[in-house]
């Protein structure tokens, strides 16, 4: 985001200068699809695209939040939360504080400007970045709230869960708090252990927005987690997390041939982002790239996810010299693909994606090559060099 926006349209919006800059990034995932509902292992990162609020304390419970992207206002007092029209922006803003106040904190309102450059309805997790990012400002407004990462990914999950009616898991809100620049983030999805990995110099992860929407992505959501729940009882385990690839080769004729498919991916997938790790701990980039394609043959073949976009987006990217692999990530039926490339090769890359793509869906990519970024931080706008994360757990 460009700063000098943010602040003069405070000035512009209040009369005075901001004091104080929060902001939380948006997130993509590297490996690990389809895993996080089975107590499974997640390989996402934190994206130099990021929620932003200017802002500055008030003396009272009062908050007011001004929306760039919506070009709308948002004015709300702490002791009398209430819902707006459905699916509203505000939602999330107002779900963080809700979140905050029952988990017995005591908050301050503020002045306060919003603005993101994290593409809202990609599959990069705009919504976590705003709640991270309302959160660290209410931190900025509020000196004596004190909270753990773990705690802030947990009460922004709240807020989605709650507040705004969305299921979410914990994988998003705890990479826009966690993440940290230059590193992937490991995360057991069922303990919530998380450890950093670092990602190789001299590359860069594309995100390929496809441009295709994602209708279908909900419903089949639902059904594939159901069909996991399934398989996971007919092999007497708490979750699909539990089986190994060894166990699933001897016992999947328990299975009906579509569970053993769903289940096939899953195991498999789990087992991929421990190799993927493996692999950038050795600086094999290569074989994080054939990781990654196998993902997304998996996920094409046996998970079922995948669509003519994202294949497209994907075959187009892997024939490209200096591509070392491609993959959707998301949901799937649309959204987004990434791709590793040397960053040498990127703007061949996207060459060959706006010249390709267009011929085979009838539709434009936007194409996002990005970064590992830090994650949720804030600091007074006459401190820039001192920047305050959330307190380690």
């Known amino acids: 985001m460009q700063m000098a926006v943010l602040e003069e349209a405070f ?8 004091t104080f800059l929060a902001r939380a990034p948006g997130r993509v995932n ?9 107590d499974g292992l997640v390989l996402p990162m934190a994206i130099d695209r990021e929620a932003v609020v200017v802002g500055a304390p008030r003396d009272d419970n009062v908050v007011n939040l001004f929306s760039l992207h919506y070009n709308e206002k948002l004015s709300f007092d702490l002791g009398t939360i209430a819902r707006r029209q459905e699916h509203h922006w505000s939602h999330y803003v107002l779900g963080v504080a809700d979140a905050l106040l029952r988990a017995g904190h005591t ?5 306060g400007v919003l603005g993101s450059d994290v593409p809202i309805g990609s599959g990069l997790s705009s919504s976590a970045a705003v709640e991270l990012a309302t959160l660290m400002a209410f931190a900025a407004a509020t000196p004596s709230l004190q909270l753990s990462p773990l705690d802030a990914a947990r ?21 826009a708090a966690l993440g940290r620049a230059g590193h992937a983030l490991l995360i057991d999805c069922r303990t919530l252990a998380h450890q950093p990995v670092p990602l190789p110099e001299g590359y860069t992860v594309v995100i390929i927005d496809t441009a295709a929407p994602r209708a279908l992505a909900s419903s089949a959501y639902n059904e594939r987690r159901a069909q996991c729940e ?12 539990d089986v190994s690839p060894e166990e699933l080769a001897r016992r999947q004729t328990e299975l009906p041939p579509l569970l053993a498919r769903r289940a096939r991916h899953v195991v498999r997938e789990n087992q991929r982002v421990l190799q993927a790790v493996e692999a950038l701990r050795a600086g094999d980039v290569a074989e994080l790239g054939a ?4 993902s ?12 003519p976009a994202l294949d497209a987006a994907v075959e187009i990217a892997r024939a490209t010299d200096g591509v070392l692999g491609a993959r959707m990530t998301g949901a799937g039926f649309g959204g987004c693909a990434i791709a590793l490339a040397a960053q040498a090769c990127v703007p061949a890359l996207t060459t060959n994606l706006l010249a390709h793509y267009p011929k085979r869906t009838g539709l434009t990519p936007r194409l996002y090559p990005c970064s590992a970024s830090d994650g949720a931080t804030w ?10 994360s959330l307190h380690p757990c």
């Open 291 to 294: 990781l990654m394609n196998q």
């Open 11 to 18: 000035r512009h919006t209040y009369g005075y200068a901001p």
């Open 230 to 241: 399934q398989a996971a009882r007919l092999l007497g385990v708490p979750a699909l997390r």
């Open 379 to 388: 600091h007074r706008l006459d401190d820039r060099l001192r920047q305050h």
């Open 30 to 38: 590297l490996i690990g699809e389809h895993t996080d509902y089975n």
């Open 296 to 307: 997304h043959d998996s996920l094409r073949d046996d998970y079922e996810v995948s669509s």
């Open 107 to 111: 908050l301050k309102g503020f002045d």
């Open 155 to 175: 009460l922004a999950q709240r807020a989605e869960n709650c507040f705004v009616g969305v299921q979410c898991g914990l994988m998003d809100q705890l990479i």
